[in-house]
């Protein structure tokens, strides 16, 4: 039973990880119907940067800050000059440009970074915390309450802010907005913005658990994908639910399903990835959409 | 190709006259020069092996198994407008097929070859039943999940595939005493397959279901109207486009000589992807010019640093999709109907 719970926590851990470059995926898709293949290497890349500054010396609270508005800036530039000019056009196109981007920051960080593991320390703690007979590690529970911060202050954003309100109103209708006088493409940049700007908080969490090297996020992106698809790609609750259903059940199989153990996980993932999109293409939380023929 | 090129003919009457006089002329000059050049490349390729030899020779044969795959992936992605991001997939099945086959049963080569195309076309009607009722992001999405999750599935079987150490074949050599050394006879034997699998696509292409792929590509709802069964073409073609890709996962087993589950990642897919990108989608041309590019682009940019070819890869993708989104053969059909003046026509590149 302990290990059971134990399992769960550790679960929900990965899972708010998981969770939160999820929701990154879930916002430029609700946006623009595009999923960005490159957001778990753009969450590494900015994870280098957060190690380059700690290597300066820089506190991990500060370095943490300048790392989300770098990310934050980096994402609202690329949406700017490489995204824009193929706004429009066929998916084939703007998925292809965004596996572009996949292959360059790769290799850019490998480039500069090498491609030898490097280590990230966790803000938190080595000592496990003790709840009863049961033990957590403190980097886990950190990562979930860093999820749930983040989340709080997303919803806060969209919820009660104009800006916010002008994001949503961009995404779900392009067109009378602009009638609003929004501006629909920069709407877009910012969603790109935040979006990268939660990534990097991915990456920063994830990292201590699985090392920095170039390729870190290519299970995790694949895990966020099963997450955003389980949640629904249209719903950002969904996104976060998904997310920690994913990294329970990843937990719960490799622990108890002997043959699958941890050398099976990425298969598992894809299976819920088809599962879902057999079963219910929309996912759990997500709006069904009705074309008309 | 220049079915149109006569429709000019509202202007004067002499000068109409003469254009319908000249237009099939024209067509068929075009026609025996279209032929002409063909020859010429078979005729080249196939002189090769006089001027080049031992690893020249071998990156030669790799060209030609990657200009396979990508017609394959061409077939479906560019055709019929399925997209697949994870081909490398069903090259690693393919490789692995020829591989366990060749090592494991002590089965001759060649016989490798047609029976990794055969799985590959099963395993790839089989994905491509659910796939169907995916559409456009979702199908990206499930078969990107596929290549990434390909190599630990490799991994796991590891009395078939060996584990991660992969499975080391050794080179056939040129049967019936042929003098030839083991390179020069593997890229002959690679240049007949592609050979065979060009005609055949190009057949295939050419008639009433390959217009039937194209109609489901350019718009499905009036597709199926029209009486073409859509999920029985989309699946089919999944599978042969898969077919395609797991006889060249299967030559390159056979030409490399080795085997290992992380030559099949997710990696190998987006090179994949990047042929088809830079040689053209839809044309059958295109699966030349991108293999050359993802053959020797690589070996070039080697040189400046370790990580550069990716670097490249990535801005040819995004660069070819600002300025050339049909490709090197498309970008080459419109130089040649400026060059033979055959009017604006909206053909496909072949």
């Given at each position: 039973?302990?290990?059971l719970i134990?399992q769960?926590?550790?679960?929900?851990?990965?899972?708010?990880?998981?969770?939160?470059l999820?929701l990154?995926l879930?916002?430029?898709?609700?946006?623009t119907e595009?999923?960005?293949?490159a957001?778990?290497?753009?969450?590494m890349f900015?994870?280098?940067?957060?190690?380059?500054?700690?290597q300066a010396?820089?506190p991990?609270?500060v370095t943490?800050?300048?790392t989300?508005?770098?990310a934050?800036?980096?994402g609202?530039v690329?949406e700017?000059?490489v995204i824009r000019?193929?706004?429009g056009?066929?998916i084939?196109?703007?998925?292809i440009?965004?596996?572009?981007?996949l292959v360059i920051f790769?290799?850019?960080?490998g480039?500069?970074y090498s491609y030898i593991?490097k280590?990230?320390?966790s803000p938190?703690?080595?000592?496990?915390?003790?709840?009863?007979?049961?033990?957590?590690?403190?980097?886990d529970l950190?990562?979930?309450g860093?999820?749930l911060?983040?989340?709080?202050?997303?919803?806060?954003?969209f919820?009660f802010?104009t800006l916010?309100l002008?994001?949503?109103a961009?995404?779900?209708?392009p067109?009378s907005s602009?009638l609003?006088?929004i501006r629909?493409?920069w709407m877009?940049g910012?969603g790109w913005?935040l979006?990268?700007a939660?990534?990097?908080?991915a990456g920063m969490?994830v990292?201590?658990?699985?090392?920095?090297d170039?390729?870190m996020m290519?299970?995790?992106?694949l895990y966020?994908?099963?997450?955003?698809?389980?949640?629904?790609?249209?719903?950002?609750l969904?996104a976060v639910v998904?997310g920690?259903?994913?990294?329970?059940?990843?937990?719960l199989v490799?622990?108890?399903?002997?043959?699958?153990?941890?050398?099976l996980k990425l298969?598992?993932?894809?299976a819920?990835?088809?599962?879902?999109?057999?079963?219910r293409?929309a996912?759990?939380?997500?709006?069904?959409?009705?074309?008309r023929v | 190709m220049?079915a149109?090129?006569?429709?000019?003919?509202?202007?004067?009457?002499a000068?109409?006259?003469?254009d319908?006089v000249?237009?099939?002329?024209t067509?068929?000059?075009?026609?025996s020069l279209?032929?002409?050049?063909?020859?010429v490349v078979v005729?080249?390729?196939?002189?090769?092996?006089?001027?080049v030899?031992?690893?020249r020779?071998?990156?030669f044969?790799?060209v030609?198994?990657?200009a396979?795959?990508?017609?394959?992936?061409?077939l479906?992605?560019?055709y019929?407008g399925?997209?697949?991001?994870?081909?490398g997939?069903f090259?690693g099945?393919?490789?692995?097929t020829?591989?366990?086959?060749?090592?494991?049963?002590?089965i001759g080569y060649?016989w490798?070859?047609?029976?990794?195309?055969?799985?590959?076309?099963v395993v790839?009607?089989?994905f491509?039943?659910?796939?169907?009722?995916?559409?456009?992001?979702y199908?990206?999405?499930?078969t990107?999940?596929?290549a990434?999750?390909?190599?630990?599935?490799?991994?796991?079987?590891e009395d078939?595939?060996?584990?991660s150490?992969?499975?080391v074949l050794s080179?056939p050599k040129?049967?019936?005493?042929?003098?030839?050394?083991e390179?020069?006879w593997l890229?002959?034997?690679t240049?007949?397959?592609a050979?065979?699998l060009?005609?055949?696509?190009?057949?295939?292409l050419?008639?009433?279901t390959?217009r039937?792929i194209v109609a489901i590509?350019?718009?499905?709802?009036?597709?199926?109207?029209?009486?073409?069964n859509?999920?029985?073409?989309?699946?089919v073609?999944?599978?042969?486009?898969?077919?395609?890709?797991?006889?060249?996962?299967?030559?390159s087993?056979?030409v490399?000589a080795?085997?290992a589950?992380?030559s099949f990642d997710?990696?190998l897919s987006?090179?994949?992807?990047t042929?088809?990108v830079i040689?053209g989608?839809?044309t059958?041309?295109g699966?030349?010019?991108g293999?050359?590019?993802?053959?020797f682009?690589?070996n070039w940019?080697?040189?400046?640093?370790?990580?550069a070819p990716?670097?490249?890869?990535g801005?040819f993708l995004?660069?070819f999709?600002y300025v050339m989104p049909?490709g090197?053969?498309g970008?080459?059909?419109?130089v040649?109907?400026?060059?033979?003046?055959?009017?604006?026509?909206?053909g496909e590149?072949r």
């Amino acid at each position: 039973m302990d290990i059971l719970i134990q399992q769960i926590v550790s679960g929900l851990a990965t899972g708010g990880i998981y969770a939160s470059l999820a929701l990154a995926l879930v916002m430029i898709y609700q946006a623009t119907e595009v999923v960005n293949f490159a957001q778990g290497n753009m969450a590494m890349f900015s994870t280098y940067v957060a190690w380059s500054l700690l290597q300066a010396g820089l506190p991990y609270w500060v370095t943490f800050t300048i790392t989300v508005i770098v990310a934050f800036v980096g994402g609202l530039v690329i949406e700017r000059l490489v995204i824009r000019p193929v706004e429009g056009a066929p998916i084939l196109t703007i998925v292809i440009v965004t596996l572009g981007l996949l292959v360059i920051f790769t290799s850019v960080a490998g480039w500069i970074y090498s491609y030898i593991q490097k280590p990230f320390p966790s803000p938190f703690p080595d000592k496990p915390i003790r709840i009863g007979q049961i033990v957590f590690g403190a980097h886990d529970l950190g990562a979930i309450g860093v999820t749930l911060v983040m989340l709080v202050l997303l919803f806060l954003f969209f919820r009660f802010t104009t800006l916010g309100l002008a994001m949503r109103a961009a995404a779900q209708n392009p067109l009378s907005s602009r009638l609003c006088g929004i501006r629909v493409s920069w709407m877009l940049g910012l969603g790109w913005g935040l979006a990268a700007a939660f990534g990097a908080v991915a990456g920063m969490m994830v990292a201590p658990v699985v090392f920095l090297d170039p390729n870190m996020m290519g299970g995790i992106q694949l895990y966020a994908f099963a997450a955003a698809t389980v949640g629904g790609f249209t719903s950002p609750l969904g996104a976060v639910v998904g997310g920690l259903l994913v990294g329970v059940t990843e937990n719960l199989v490799g622990t108890y399903v002997s043959f699958i153990g941890t050398e099976l996980k990425l298969t598992v993932a894809l299976a819920m990835i088809i599962i879902v999109l057999l079963v219910r293409p929309a996912g759990l939380f997500g709006r069904t959409t009705v074309r008309r023929v | 190709m220049a079915a149109d090129s006569g429709a000019g003919a509202t202007a004067k009457t002499a000068e109409a006259r003469a254009d319908a006089v000249a237009a099939p002329r024209t067509a068929a000059r075009g026609r025996s020069l279209y032929v002409a050049t063909l020859l010429v490349v078979v005729a080249g390729a196939a002189g090769l092996p006089l001027f080049v030899s031992g690893f020249r020779l071998f990156q030669f044969s790799q060209v030609l198994i990657y200009a396979i795959a990508l017609l394959g992936l061409n077939l479906l992605t560019g055709y019929n407008g399925q997209f697949s991001l994870g081909h490398g997939a069903f090259y690693g099945i393919g490789a692995y097929t020829t591989a366990i086959m060749i090592d494991r049963w002590g089965i001759g080569y060649g016989w490798t070859i047609p029976a990794a195309g055969i799985v590959c076309l099963v395993v790839g009607f089989l994905f491509g039943r659910p796939a169907l009722r995916l559409e456009g992001l979702y199908l990206a999405l499930a078969t990107f999940s596929l290549a990434l999750a390909v190599p630990q599935v490799l991994k796991y079987f590891e009395d078939w595939t060996g584990g991660s150490q992969g499975i080391v074949l050794s080179k056939p050599k040129a049967p019936l005493h042929l003098p030839l050394t083991e390179d020069q006879w593997l890229y002959f034997l690679t240049l007949a397959v592609a050979i065979v699998l060009f005609v055949l696509a190009s057949n295939l292409l050419g008639g009433r279901t390959g217009r039937a792929i194209v109609a489901i590509r350019d718009n499905h709802i009036a597709a199926e109207a029209m009486g073409i069964n859509n999920s029985l073409y989309k699946s089919v073609i999944f599978g042969v486009s898969a077919a395609y890709t797991g006889i060249a996962g299967a030559l390159s087993a056979i030409v490399i000589a080795f085997v290992a589950p992380d030559s099949f990642d997710v990696f190998l897919s987006i090179t994949l992807l990047t042929g088809i990108v830079i040689g053209g989608f839809g044309t059958i041309s295109g699966a030349i010019y991108g293999a050359l590019f993802i053959q020797f682009v690589p070996n070039w940019a080697q040189d400046i640093s370790k990580a550069a070819p990716w670097a490249i890869f990535g801005l040819f993708l995004i660069g070819f999709m600002y300025v050339m989104p049909r490709g090197i053969a498309g970008f080459l059909h419109l130089v040649w109907i400026r060059a033979t003046r055959q009017g604006v026509t909206r053909g496909e590149g072949r």
